[in-house]
């Protein structure tokens, strides 16, 4: 009798432990500041973080940076003086800039994490550069702008001259221009590979398929466009078709892996793109604010180029080789 009345008291005591951890997670609020919550990639990041957040009990509300960095400084500002969030999770615009608003973020006691980008002077560095900050979940840019230039370079080898447009997002971002310094510096040791044209897409089809249709009214004998996004590709796509360039001669290469581009590389129609994960690194950094906020281990940083399942370079022969293969965002 009494050593069922012992049990019956440690379930009790159990459960009301449960609900007080409960009580306390939902009373947790996580603010994601997009770089844009217009962005694909950004909407994706905050369906991971939405995902986790359900399944830990917190609430979260995102926040639009209009792909405008100081309105995102003013955004993490406004958070710290308004006391109602406990932690934030970052996509950030100006990944150097942002820096000194973040540390008085984490001084105030907020529990942050940075997604897709690391905050702070070194962007191939993924350990916390920012006092207090909890974790970085993304990966060196460089590394993969590399590995897209190496494929254009093994396309060309044949080629003499192989003339190539890139199209990068905007040169005024420190991770846009890391990566545009990485196609420069690879392609550029290539004697047969000629850089014709730049265009800046802004992440927007619109954008890169007039920017792409200025380039082939100069130059409609390319080989090879290089995008850092897919959007901009898209955009590309359209100029090419316009122009009427055998869209199928060409080597058409972007990064971030939406389903548009799978769709597009299945089809023959582009050649490859840069495997990314938004929703995966959405995930790991709420659980990282979270884990923070209930006085739990979190490991300093997650290299997203560690979570995919397939090579970081996705072609047909990679998409066939692993037919289960799904995108983390439509684009």
Known sequence: MMKSNVLALAVGLAGLLSSAALVQAAEYKVAFLAASSQNGYNQAIYEGVKKAAAARGVEVEIFNGEF????????????????????????????????????????????????????GPKLDVLEPQVPGLVTTVASNPAIGAK????????FCKDKNPCKVVIIIGQKIY??????????LKALGEQKNIEIVATVEGNYDPDKSMTGMQDVL??????????????????????????????????YLIGGGANQIAIDAIKA???????????????????????????GK???????????????????????????????????
Do not use: C
């Open 297 to 331: 281990p979190t490991p300093a940083f997650t290299d997203e180029m560690s979570l995919g399942t397939v090579p970081p370079i996705i072609t047909k022969s990679v998409l066939d080789a692993h037919p289960e293969y799904k995108p983390e965002w439509q684009g």
């Open 68 to 119: 405008d960095a100081t309105k995102q400084y003013s955004q993490v500002e406004d958070i710290v003086a308004g006391g109602k969030f406990q932690g934030i999770v970052i996509a950030p615009n100006d990944s150097i800039g942002i820096a000194t608003a973040i540390e008085e973020a984490t001084k105030a006691g907020l529990k942050v994490a940075t997604t897709l980008f690391p905050i």
């Open 217 to 250: 009214q100069a130059h409609k004998d390319i080989n090879v466009v290089l995008s850092n996004a897919d959007q901009h590709l898209v955009g590309a796509e359209i100029a090419i078709n316009d122009a009427g360039l055998d869209l199928k001669s060409l």
């Open 174 to 183: 420190p991770f846009d221009n890391l990566r545009y310094d990485t196609y």
């Open 268 to 294: 023959g129609r582009w050649d490859a793109t840069l495997a990314q994960l938004p929703m995966s690194e959405g995930e790991y950094a709420l659980n990282g604010v979270v884990d923070a906020l209930e």
């Open 147 to 154: 590995a897209q230039a190496d494929a254009v370079i093994d």
